[in-house]
């Protein structure tokens, strides 16, 4: 599963809304946009920062390490990424 798959399904089964998502992170230091979340979760943009995947993981219930991981996994080149994959 790729990072905005993952964001995605764990936006939707937390219940809240992309601004709620947004005002949560700010509350613990990582302030975003919905905008901002919007795109990353469509894939128009890539995934976020490792200090904000980790600060979306907590507030959706996540493993930070886990999000981190993919998130690392999406920003790396195509030979690598596959690489990554396989492995983790």
Known sequence: MVFRQLLREAIDN???TLREVALLCEE????IDHSYLSKIRSGALPPPSDKVARVLARVLGLDPME???KAYIDRAPEDLRQRLAAAC
């Open 14 to 16: 937390s219940g809240l």
């Open 28 to 31: 613990q230091g990582a302030p």
């Open 67 to 69: 999000v981190a991981l």
